[in-house]
């Protein structure tokens, strides 16, 4: 295995114990008891390891994608058919339904010459079936990296950012646009409180203007200043558009007590201008946000935080100013605590999953569902641990046209390298 894929996969797991720090912060909530909804958990793939994907302690961050045809894809932290003595340097995966059974393809090993290794997050495709990621290590630096199909089950991986010219440390999912350009977040790399310029980034990728041109533009579009101006450090998650072509997204600290902040960015003539739009400044109403942002069609922004208690889910609703609205904290241990991953729209309910708590404390899947103003919590799953259930459900969901939810679990199953489920009503 090359040397800059080594100490990427050292400085990997530095930047993994850092992300799990984040979730230890202690709060008193109510505790409610709320009764789990019927709900089936079938195990459509179990990780092994190299050859195959697995996430060990590094972890599948990021949920599941799913194409017209109803494949899903994924990432792992570890895997693949490189330095397979050491775990692996991650791969990205297809589950395809055959004749009733799910069969995975891992259609790309990272890690091997001239590849960067260890994929930080999920998958995005656009109209033409290409999926983009970020690599955590490429020569000592991160990179976003393309994977073309062929057609014919074949496909094929270009590196968008050349060595050094790209982002480093980037983080999580990306985010496309109609033009095709790609946006995405990095974390800081200075010390904490004191990372002014340092404590990470919104970058964007555009592509080549012509065919004959391969190289893509990469642009910092914004550099967080941290705790000590009063801004945010250290961007996680995912970010979303509005109409207007504004950008939002979280960072798990900053803010005016370090508890992060969820910010808006507006292009402009002269550039990019950031505005914090929400503080965690009280610690009281959540603190941590990492799993990025959903928004719904009234312009509503939904998501979640990792620490105080439980954590909970919130809403940003864009009236005169933001007003965040907190639709239901986690009493811990009963129904979850702590969610990392994206929350999932549907309906006019919300999904996602906690990465503790549950009736074994190892995660749990949940619904909310609005009735009168209210939100009521049901329990979908409630993982058992290793070597019958999984642990960690770090990702979000994804459901397809049946009404199932998929996610993937970071640990856990057979081998304990995690996999991927369905969630079942």
């Known amino acids: ?49 190299s050859p195959d994907g697995g996430s060990g302690y590094s972890g599948v961050l990021s949920g599941l994608i799913q194409d ?51 994929p930080y997050g999920g998958l995005v495709m656009d109209g033409a079936g290409n999926l983009y990621g970020v690599l955590f290590d490429y020569v000592y630096f991160g990179a976003v990296y393309k994977l073309t199909p062929d057609g014919h089950g074949n496909w094929t991986e270009t590196i968008l950012t050349e060595p050094g010219a790209g982002p480093q440390v980037p983080f999580d999912t990306l985010t496309l646009d109609a033009a095709g350009n790609i946006y995405g ?11 002014r310029k340092k404590c990470g980034f919104v970058y964007e990728l555009s592509p080549p203007a012509s065919p004959a041109k391969k190289k893509w533009k990469y642009t910092v579009l914004y550099r967080f200043l941290g705790e000590k101006y009063g801004d945010g450090e250290n961007p996680y998650g995912n970010l979303v558009f509005d109409a207007g072509g504004n950008l939002y997204g979280v960072t798990a600290g900053g803010g005016a007590a370090d508890y992060g902040i969820v910010f808006e960015l507006s292009p402009g003539v002269a550039g990019w ?8 400044s009280d610690g009281l109403l959540g603190q941590y946000p990492r799993a990025g942002l959903t928004r719904d069609p009234a312009g509503n922004l939904y998501g979640t935080t990792a620490g105080y208690g439980g954590g909970m889910v919130f809403e940003l609703s864009p009236n005169n100013s933001w007003t965040l609205n907190v639709l239901y904290s986690f009493p811990e241990p009963i129904d979850g605590k702590s969610s990392w991953g994206l929350v999932t729209l549907r309906d006019g309910n919300l999904y996602g999953t906690t990465i ?55 640990r856990g199953g057979a081998t304990g390298n995690g996999f991927v489920y369905e969630i079942s009503q």
């Open 1 to 49: 295995m090359n040397n800059h894929v080594s100490r990427g996969k050292r400085r990997y797991s530095a930047i993994a114990s850092f992300a799990l720090g984040l979730g230890t912060a202690i709060g008193v909530s109510m505790v409610l008891t709320i009764p789990a909804q019927a709900a089936t958990e079938t195990i459509v793939h179990n990780f092994t390891g």
């Open 68 to 118: 017209a045809a109803g494949n899903l894809f994924g990432t792992t932290g570890e895997g693949g058919i490189y330095d397979a003595q050491n775990g692996g340097a991650g791969t990205v995966f297809e589950l395809s339904l055959q004749n009733g059974v799910w069969v995975e393809t891992v259609i790309h090993s990272f890690g091997g010459p001239g590849d960067g290794g260890f």
């Open 185 to 195: 977040v990095g974390l800081g790399t200075g010390s904490e409180g004191k990372c």
């Open 273 to 280: 201008t950031e505005k914090v739009i929400y503080d965690f």
């Open 356 to 410: 503790a708590g549950g009736s074994s404390g190892d995660g749990v899947v949940f619904e909310l569902s609005a009735s009168g103003g209210t939100w009521t919590e049901n329990v979908l799953h409630s993982f058992a641990g290793s070597p019958s259930d999984g642990v960690y459900p770090e990702g979000g969901l994804v459901f397809d046209n049946d009404g199932n939810l998929y996610g993937v679990t970071t």
